[in-house]
């Protein structure tokens, strides 16, 4: 089993910055890819970024792409997601995720419980 938990969230104006981080704890062992998910209010869960540790590969949404960006530290194992440029859709409360193996994407076999971004327009 892997515990993941998050943190940064928090209330940050329109083209602010914030940089969530999630702390991996467990079986570590077992992780092959972690990355970030979102739901925005009244809406599914939906992908918006990831990183493999094996060759480091890193992917996002579209939505996202320019603004944000995922990094992994493995001695801390922790991700990060820095976030620029912050806009009022952005709002969300964003999970950590991590994936026991390759697969179609980022599955979510952990998922964190989760933080709030709020972005102010």
């Known amino acids: 089993q892997v515990q993941l938990v998050e943190s940064g969230g928090g209330l940050v104006q329109a083209g602010g910055s914030l940089r969530l981080s999630c702390a991996a704890s467990?079986?570590?062992?077992?992780?092959?890819?972690m990355g970030w998910f979102r739901q925005l209010p009244g809406k599914e869960r939906e992908f918006v970024a990831g990183?493999?540790?094996?060759?480091?590969?890193?992917f996002y949404a579209d939505s996202v792409k320019g603004r944000f960006t995922i990094s992994g530290d493995n001695a801390k194992n922790t991700v990060y997601l820095q976030m620029n440029s912050l806009k009022s859709e952005d709002t969300a409360v964003y999970y950590c995720?991590?994936?026991?193996?390759?697969?179609?994407?980022?599955?979510?076999?952990?998922w964190g419980p989760g933080t709030q971004v709020t972005v102010s327009s």
């Open positions: 995720a991590a994936d026991r193996r390759p697969g179609l994407g980022i599955r979510g076999d952990y």
């Open positions: 467990g079986r570590t062992f077992s992780m092959y890819a």
């Open positions: 990183i493999s540790w094996s060759g480091g590969s890193t």
